[in-house]
Structures are given as structure tokens and as C-alpha cells.
T-cell receptor, first 109, second 111 residues
Framework: NAGVTQTPKFQVLKTGQSMTLQCAQD?????MYWYRQDPGMGLRLIYY???????DKGEVPNGYNVSRLNKREFSLRLESAAPSQTSVYFC????????FGPGTRLLVL | LAKTTQPISMDSYEGQEVNITCSHN???????ITWYQQFPSQGPRFIIQ???TKVTNEVASLFIPADRKSSTLSLPRVSLSDTAVYYC????????????FGAGTRLAVHP
């Protein structure tokens, strides 16, 4: 029982490149979330998925797209990375209580 | 969602009890209070959750007064490993939750 897993753990991109961050959960939760955390700050919600087949914008969705592939998987895509997207990205799952993955550290040069 | 306010930082020493108070003046009737702990380079980890009165688990206690406009996380006899950032959040019961994280409280435990 791995809980919430994220890949990759670390990634370096050049400005304009694209990439997809993967998240998978084995907790059988309906809801999944993507957050970003900048240094010294709290987490900010990018997108969320209340259930399989639905996605919706959070607080900071610009520059990102998401796909809820199935109940287990929720991916986050950066189509054209910008230095402002340098951050740590956390995936989470759950409802009243959320369970977080280990994070993906992204550096955009 | 109700906004929360908590101290930016706190210092303590090993073996002391630490109380971190969070203000949530606009909490709604169906909202509950949750505290998370975050260590450097890790995702937040659930500590405790409550709706009213007092909740206790193996790591902490949560005190919520009758008006629910604030709550206090109590960590008994802290150790160096309790050095972390603690977030207080308010969310609606049921279904998904668009949580709003503030900057949290940075707790430093000294030997």
C-alpha cells in the first residue's frame, strides 16, 4: 500500500519545454488534487478532480492542464514551461482529510 | 472557505508543551478544523482533525472553544523531531475540499 506516489521526483526543464507530472493513489479516493509550493510559502491549489471524469480549476491554474485518467491517476501537464513555474508540486487525495505525495521538484531554466 | 490566521513562528525546547493557536473567525457551521505537519522536502502530513470541543490522538490534542472561532493545537513534550511547519486549515465536511493553505507556523524545537 504505497498511498500516493509521484513521478518524477526531480526535473530540470528549459523554458518552453513541456512535461507531465504523474500521480497515482491506491487509497480508493474519489478526489485528487495538484498543489504547488514556492519557497517559504504554503501550498496553493492548481487543479482538482472531485471524481473520475471531472476536473476543475483551483487558485493558480494558468499554464497548467490536468487529466484524470482513471480513479487512481491524475496527471498535471505543463505545455510550455516558464521560470515562474519553478516550484515543488504535490499531489494529494482524499476528502475531509487529504493525503499528500512526496512531491516533484521542478526547476525551469 | 474560512481564512485562518496563525503565528508565523514559534520556538520551544525539548520536553516542553507547545500550543499553537489558529484564528478562523468566519468558520461556517459545516466546517471542520484540520492540522497538518510538514517537514522540509516532504508533503504535508495529517496530524489531527476536529469539529468542536476536544480531540486527542497519539501525537496531539486539538482544543476548540464553543464559538469555534479559534482552535489550539497542543503538542505534549516536544522533541527535536517536532521541528516543522504546522498548518491550520478549515474545510467543509463531505466530498472534495479546496483547501487554502496559509504560510503556517514554523516551530523550532531547541535542545
Amino acid at each position: 500500500n504505497a498511498g500516493v506516489t509521484q513521478t518524477p521526483k526531480f526535473q530540470v526543464l528549459k523554458t518552453g519545454q513541456s512535461m507531465t507530472l504523474q500521480c497515482a493513489q491506491d487509497m480508493n479516493h474519489n478526489s485528487m488534487y495538484w498543489y504547488r509550493q514556492d519557497p517559504g510559502m504554503g501550498l496553493r491549489l492548481i487543479y482538482y478532480s472531485a471524481s473520475e471524469g471531472t476536473t476543475d480549476k483551483g487558485e493558480v491554474p494558468n499554464g497548467y492542464n490536468v487529466s484524470r485518467l482513471n480513479k487512481r491517476e491524475f496527471s498535471l501537464r505543463l505545455e510550455s514551461a516558464a521560470p515562474s513555474q519553478t516550484s515543488v508540486y504535490f499531489c494529494a487525495t482524499g476528502a475531509e482529510t487529504q493525503y499528500f505525495g512526496p512531491g516533484t521538484r521542478l526547476l525551469v531554466l | 472557505l474560512a481564512k485562518t490566521t496563525q503565528p508565523i513562528s514559534m520556538d520551544s525546547y525539548e520536553g516542553q508543551e507547545v500550543n499553537i493557536t489558529c484564528s478562523h473567525n468566519n468558520i461556517a457551521t459545516n466546517d471542520y478544523i484540520t492540522w497538518y505537519q510538514q517537514f522540509p522536502s516532504q508533503g504535508p502530513r495529517f496530524i489531527i482533525q476536529g469539529y468542536k470541543t476536544k480531540v486527542t490522538n497519539e501525537v496531539a490534542s486539538l482544543f476548540i472553544p464553543a464559538d469555534r472561532k479559534s482552535s489550539t493545537l497542543s503538542l505534549p513534550r516536544v522533541s527535536l523531531s517536532d521541528t516543522a511547519v504546522y498548518y491550520c486549515l478549515v474545510g467543509e465536511a463531505g466530498g472534495y475540499n479546496k483547501l487554502i493553505f496559509g504560510a503556517g507556523t514554523r516551530l523550532a524545537v531547541h535542545p
